[in-house]
């Protein structure tokens, strides 16, 4: 009985085309493994200095500067005291 024949060498030719489709799977893979990493890494990076520019402007305003362009206290003291009254006496009707 020889070791060498059809049976045995259809078989090894299956596992080595099996081997050489697996093979090419993974070196496909490889380059998009690699697309996704970098990606992620540059998307973290982005997020992490957009986290590190907002956290450096809420900390380098002055304090009466935070609420810039809304009214506050300090800028209504020049208005006199009659425009900032309510009347309590009902409005005619015309």
Do not use: W
Request: glycine residues 10%; positive net charge; aromatic residues 4%.
């Amino acid at each position: 009985m020889t070791v060498f024949n059809k049976r045995n060498a259809l078989v090894g030719f299956a596992t080595l085309e099996a081997l050489k489709l697996r093979r090419r799977r993974n070196k496909r893979k490889a380059p998009k493994i690699a697309l996704y990493l970098g990606l992620g890494l540059v998307s973290a990076g982005v997020l992490a200095a957009v986290v590190a520019v907002l956290l450096h402007r809420r900390r380098g305003e002055p304090e009466g500067q935070q609420l810039q362009g809304y009214a506050t206290g300090e800028e209504s003291e020049g208005m006199s005291d009659e425009a900032h009254t309510v009347s309590s006496e009902p409005t005619p009707a015309t």
